[in-house]
């Protein structure tokens, strides 16, 4: 069974970008941790992140085809302006789990909402890296592959 997580702006820069609020571990050492633990819910992950929100968008609408049950999110700053990312979320019908490296209702006002926490699965945040994790296996769980 595939899952695709989606990584928004910025998150390409991660293990050098803003240490203190993200940490150190990069992109590519998270993917690798959660391909391993996709394993472990006979999950395949598929990766892609992307710094522009019609890539993203794109990337969403070609999941169905693609096989792709279920989807694992964290859309950085364009959670908190992106109504197209929900509607296309939205029009897949897929399940999906928002993440967020920092707990962003302990951050700037204008981080405390964003366009997808209400049509989510579930939310996940403030724990980083380990936030993907957890949201992978409320993922695995909501689609039976793990208790
Ligand atoms: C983030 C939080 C967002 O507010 C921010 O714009 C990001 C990263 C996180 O993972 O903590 O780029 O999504």
């Avoid at 391993?36 to 992307?50: A, M, N, T, V, Y």
């Avoid at 908190?80 to 789990?97: C, E, Q």
Wanted: aromatic letters at 6%.
């Amino acid at each position: 069974m595939k899952v695709l997580v989606v990584h928004g702006p910025n998150l390409n820069l991660l293990g050098s970008r803003e240490t203190s609020v993200y940490g150190n571990a990069s992109l590519s050492d998270i993917d690798f941790s959660l391909s391993e633990l996709g394993k472990e819910f006979g999950l395949e992950i598929e990766s892609f992140q992307h710094n522009h929100e019609g890539a993203l968008v794109d990337a969403i609408q070609e999941a169905p085809a693609k096989g792709v049950k279920g989807i694992l999110i964290n859309p950085a700053a364009y959670g908190h302006t992106s109504i197209a990312l929900r509607d296309a979320l939205l029009a897949v019908g897929l399940p999906f789990v928002e993440v967020h490296l920092s707990n962003i209702h302990a951050r700037e006002e204008f981080r405390h909402h964003t366009y997808l926490s209400d049509v989510a699965a579930g939310v996940v945040l403030g724990f980083g890296p380990d936030s993907y994790r957890l949201g992978l296996r409320g993922l695995a769980i909501k689609l039976g592959r793990a208790g």
